[in-house]
């Protein structure tokens, strides 16, 4: 590699790479044979240890292995390092701290629309970790473990008496949270307090439908801001376009549109693209993250025309950042409304044909809104 259109020549890993796993020990060893580092000492004492097993035993060795799932219920696993665990998750706080600033403040409140990060090993809940450094007061959607046998029965709507009992649970918790988040903006309204709500997006699709239906609003203003990311399927199939849903954010919340932007990342990369406020395209850190778009034989095409989406990911320091993804957008040389420098991509991102919808966020919606989407 000599200069930058050299970048270009680097061999791509089609995502479907990190789902191709097996089970037990040799799973432990997959992950293992995937770190491109020198792996620390892991104590596996299971015979035939379960997936969450496995990552738990090279968590507690000190690195961060995560995952991400999709309808299929194949899991994406990535073994992150702590160098590139924590660049990742300041990334993500960096790309949406930029964008909105002024409004962040370290005495902002605000909440989190995905599991703890402390109880979960979901990426796109992990990463939100910085979340409670980036600010003082943050309170939880979902305050219970999540693991990767939930997240599969949830993903592939398994049968049993056992997956019963968890929707049955879920449906109960998930009425209580979506009381709990109208509490909390019922709180800080009669305050003067900013406040930050960060996660899931068709959880606060939910928050504002049930607010709508009571024919309730609210007047944050511009002491109020949304951060959505992890997936755009709010439920039984509906897909919220951003723009609708930004126009709903300011209806019901009283948050103006500028101080509602969207991210655009996944498990394997640690980049992550960030709306502007000023026309809501995404702008990739371009620092240290190529965006790509692909033809249809994979070779890298011009700026505005549609493809499948790659990258380079140079603060993948501990596995391979050089991936195909299954999305299709496109790509423009710079923003046409602010004047940031670097590539973007125009708001509205697309499966490609034959992939499956994949995303956290879905994962999280799954386990909620069969029940929450019927109200």
């Known amino acids: 590699i000599h200069t930058n259109d050299d970048l270009e020549k680097i061999p791509l890993i089609p995502d479907t790479f990190y789902k191709d796993y097996p089970t037990g020990r040799d799973f432990a060893t997959w992950l293992g044979n995937i770190f491109t580092g020198p792996l620390p000492q892991i104590v596996i004492s299971q015979k035939n240890p379960t997936y969450d097993e496995v990552i738990n035993a090279f968590n507690q060795a000190g690195m961060a292995v995560a995952y991400s799932s999709g309808t299929s219920g194949r899991h994406t696993f990535i073994p992150r390092d702590q160098r590139t665990y924590y660049t990742s998750e300041f990334a993500a706080a960096k790309s949406v701290i930029s964008m909105v600033y002024p409004l962040?403040?370290?005495?902002?409140?605000?909440?989190?629309?995905?599991?703890?990060?402390?109880?979960?090993?979901?990426?796109?809940?992990?990463?939100?970790?910085?979340?409670?450094d980036a600010i003082q007061d943050v309170k939880?959607?979902?305050?219970?473990?999540?693991?990767?046998?939930?997240?599969?029965?949830?993903?592939?709507?398994?049968?049993?008496?056992?997956?019963s009992i968890v929707k049955l649970a879920a449906k109960r918790q998930s009425k209580k949270m979506i009381d709990e988040i109208i509490?909390?903006?019922?709180?800080?309204?009669?305050?003067?307090?900013?406040?930050?709500?960060v996660g899931a997006p068709f959880i606060l699709s939910f928050v504002m439908k049930k607010l709508e239906r009571e024919g309730r609003a609210f007047d944050f203003g511009e002491r109020g801001g949304v951060a959505t990311g992890g997936g755009w399927k709010?439920?039984?199939?509906?897909?919220?376009?951003?723009?609708?849903?930004?126009?709903?954010?300011?209806k019901i919340l009283g948050i103006p549109e500028t101080f509602c932007v969207d991210l655009y990342g996944m498990v394997e990369g640690n980049g992550w693209l960030t709306h502007c406020p000023e026309g809501h395209?995404?702008?990739?850190?371009?620092?240290?993250?190529?965006?790509?778009?692909?033809?249809?034989?994979?070779?890298?095409m011009g700026y505005g025309e549609w493809g499948r989406y790659a990258f380079l990911d140079a603060a993948a320091f501990s596995y391979p950042g050089f991936l195909m993804s299954g999305d299709q957008v496109r790509m423009l040389e710079h923003c046409p409304v602010c004047d940031r420098p670097g590539p973007v991509l125009?708001?509205?991102?697309?499966?490609?044909?034959?992939?499956?919808?994949?995303?956290?966020?879905?994962?999280?919606?799954?386990?909620?809104?069969?029940?929450?989407?019927?109200?």
């Open 183 to 197: 509490h909390w903006l019922e709180f800080h309204e009669k305050t003067t307090h900013k406040i930050a709500i």
């Open 234 to 250: 709010a439920y039984e199939g509906a897909r919220v376009p951003v723009v609708e849903f930004r126009k709903q954010v300011e």
């Open 346 to 375: 125009e708001p509205e991102i697309k499966r490609a044909a034959g992939a499956e919808i994949r995303g956290c966020a879905e994962e999280v919606r799954r386990m909620l809104s069969a029940d929450l989407g019927k109200d």
């Open 104 to 132: 962040w403040d370290p005495s902002l409140y605000g909440y989190l629309l995905m599991p703890n990060p402390r109880k979960t090993n979901v990426y796109a809940g992990k990463v939100c970790t910085i979340y409670f």
């Open 281 to 300: 395209y995404l702008h990739a850190p371009y620092n240290y993250y190529k965006p790509l778009v692909l033809d249809k034989e994979n070779k890298p």
């Open 140 to 163: 939880v959607a979902i305050d219970r473990e999540i693991t990767t046998e939930l997240i599969q029965m949830t993903m592939t709507n398994q049968k049993g008496i056992k997956s």
